[in-house]
């Protein structure tokens, strides 16, 4: 178990360019979560995959965002054309597949963090 | 709409006495609620979780209780220690949807030595 990863750890970028982030789920995972966080705030949810499923999308995410997982495994966010707005940090968790009640949790990585100039 | 709600930014507490973190919800189709615990410039790691068929969950110093009809819960740490400090997130989902997990805004939690 080698823990959700996530890269790049930091990203500053200007105004009006693309970015993309890769994340790594725990192996065996088939649940993985797209989650951003600004300060003060809590985690805000994104999307959600099951295996190469994309279940949800949050209504709040325009249309400059898009995530992908190929394959069920790992999965990449890619923010188009960004705005200062957009500066937080974005996290990502995977979770097992249901397998009790009292097993479900997320397991989070430690976070890309965008700052756009 | 926030569905989870976590009205105190932030508590400060001495060393060895009790924490307790409060948490709101609104959906009542929530029935399974998780705390989390989160350093800077880390990802939240989990710390306890509790089924709407029960209202007491214990782990060692931490015990997370919850009040269904108030739709209240609330995280017990005792005896406080400063390596818990930190931002505490409530978070809650539904077991039969999407499994999709709704967050707090957190408390950041201040043990003074």
């Known amino acids: 178990d080698t823990g959700v990863s996530q890269n790049p750890r930091h990203k500053i970028t200007k105004r009006g360019q693309n970015v993309t982030f890769r994340c790594d789920p725990i192996?065996?995972?088939?649940?993985l979560y797209w989650y951003r966080q600004t300060l003060g705030q809590g985690p805000e949810f994104l999307t959600y995959f099951q295996n190469e499923a994309q279940l949800e999308k949050s209504r709040l995410l325009s249309d400059r965002f898009s995530a992908e997982r190929p394959k069920g495994s790992f999965s990449t966010l890619e923010i188009q054309r960004t705005e200062q707005g957009d500066s937080a940090m974005y996290l990502c968790?995977?979770?097992?597949?249901?397998?009790?009640?009292?097993?479900?949790?997320?397991?989070f990585g430690s976070g890309t963090q965008l700052s756009v100039l | 709409d926030q569905q989870v709600k976590q009205n105190s930014p932030s508590l400060s507490v001495q060393e060895g006495r009790i924490s307790i973190l409060n948490c709101d919800y609104t959906?009542?189709?929530?029935?399974?609620f998780l705390w989390y615990k989160k350093y800077p410039a880390e990802g939240p790691t989990f710390l306890i979780s509790i089924s709407s068929i029960k209202d007491k969950n214990e782990d060692g110093r931490f015990t997370v209780f919850l009040n269904k009809s108030a739709k209240h819960l609330s995280l017990h740490i005792v005896p406080s220690q400063p390596g818990d400090s930190a931002v505490y997130f409530c978070?809650?989902?539904?077991?039969?949807?999407?499994?999709?997990?709704?967050f707090g805004t957190g408390t950041r939690l201040k043990v003074l030595a």
């Open positions: 192996s065996e995972h088939n649940r």
């Open positions: 959906n009542s189709m929530f029935d399974y």
């Open positions: 978070a809650a989902l539904t077991t039969s949807g999407t499994y999709k997990y709704i």
């Open positions: 968790a995977s979770s097992l597949p249901h397998r009790g009640l009292f097993n479900e949790k997320l397991f």
